[in-house]
């Protein structure tokens, strides 16, 4: 089945660093790729939607200077996190579906913590 | 505007005994709607989906969901619960034509299974 594979899945970092995470799908090729980011015991949020070779949409209120998000080629999106604060502290995660209509599959997260 | 309501945060069942999540949803047109389980510091799996056809749908690890369109609603359903069914359920929807969409997700409901 199609795999998504998210990397690193976890990570520390200091105040004012730069964090980037990559989300690949294995066995497929993702056009789009969803990035979506979840605070304890809360939904996803979309953060932004991530179209290859083009620029990403951003949803409301997501900084796209801070959330950098590049979908380089059919199977490799990458987002980073500019300048961590300890509020950016969360739990990342990017999808990806392989048709049309199927579902998204997801990463298994990357849980960043900024100190 | 589409949105997802999961209005319950936690749903605590006995093993053995048949469990319900419930979900209702807004969207434009027909709707396609999904279940996600999520496992703690864990990406979120796949488990049915509802495009068309039959209200009653099957997915995996035994749960299924019916789907009522009059009562907007899209209820998770297992006839006996497992102490492994403990985890964070997620119901999820968007657009049926709208096929380059990212989903939108539920708040969530905590399935607790006691033995």
């Known amino acids: 089945g199609a795999v998504v594979s998210q990397h690193p899945s976890w990570v520390i970092c200091k105040s004012g660093t730069s964090v980037k995470i990559e989300c690949r799908s294995l066995?497929?090729?993702?056009?789009?790729m969803f990035w979506y980011r979840q605070f304890p015991k809360q939904s996803l949020m979309l953060m932004a939607t991530s179209n290859e070779g083009s620029k990403a949409t951003y949803e409301q209120g997501v900084e796209k200077d801070k959330f950098l998000i590049n979908h380089a080629s059919l199977t490799l999106s990458t987002l980073t996190v500019t300048s961590a604060h300890p509020e950016d502290s969360s739990f990342y995660i990017c999808?990806?579906?392989?048709?049309?209509?199927?579902?998204?599959?997801f990463g298994n997260g990357t849980r960043l913590t900024v100190t | 505007a589409q949105s997802v309501a999961q209005p319950e945060d936690q749903v605590n069942v006995a093993e053995g005994n048949p469990l319900t999540v419930k979900c209702t949803y807004s969207?434009?047109?027909?709707?396609?709607l999904f279940w996600y389980v999520q496992y703690p510091n864990r990406g979120l799996q796949f488990l049915l989906k509802y495009i068309t056809g039959d209200n009653l749908v099957k997915g995996s690890y035994g749960f299924e969901a019916e789907f009522n369109k009059s009562q907007t609603s899209f209820h998770l359903k297992k006839p006996s619960a497992l102490v492994s069914d403990s985890a964070l359920y997620f119901c999820?929807?968007?657009?049926?034509?709208?096929?380059?969409?990212?989903?939108?997700f539920g708040k969530g409901t905590t399935l607790s299974v006691s033995s």
């Open positions: 999820a929807v968007r657009g049926l034509q709208q096929a380059g969409t990212a989903l939108i």
């Open positions: 999808s990806a579906k392989d048709r049309v209509n199927s579902p998204l599959h």
């Open positions: 969207v434009s047109g027909n709707p396609y």
């Open positions: 066995d497929f090729q993702a056009t789009t």
